[in-house]
């Protein structure tokens, strides 16, 4: 569940960062700022049962990737090395999600690491 709570953060930051370069009026800049909020604090919350680090990993490459696909797609101008580079960054995001390992409490309070399954 607290991945989900990760991909949808992940999809907001796509959504405020793309829409900074487009904020003019006040309510630009309003829907901005709510889409930030909202973002982190799903970030926050997954943080409860997800290593940080992984976590944060995760939302930034899904930032990253969405963000410079949407300026793909709005008319931005883009390379094949950059493509090349943006696989790079996604394997490096894929190994740290699928290699992460989640900590749980055992019986006796202690914690032990454990394989995160999705």
Known sequence: MN?????????LEVAWASSLKHASSLFDWFIT???????FILLIR?????????????FVGIGTVGT????????????FDQIFFLMIL???????????????????????PEKINV
Request: aromatic residues 10%; without cysteine; hydrophobic residues 50%.
């Open 90 to 112: 996604l394997a490096g995001i894929i190994g740290m999600k699928t290699s992460t390992k989640k900590e749980s409490k055992a019986a006796n309070g202690s914690r032990s």
């Open 33 to 39: 700022i709510v889409l930030i909020t909202v973002s």
């Open 46 to 58: 997954s943080y409860k049962t997800i290593p940080v680090a992984a976590a944060y990993t995760v």
């Open 3 to 11: 991945w989900i709570l990760v991909f949808i953060a992940g999809i």
């Open 68 to 79: 410079f696909l949407v300026g793909i797609f709005l008319g931005e101008p883009f390379s």
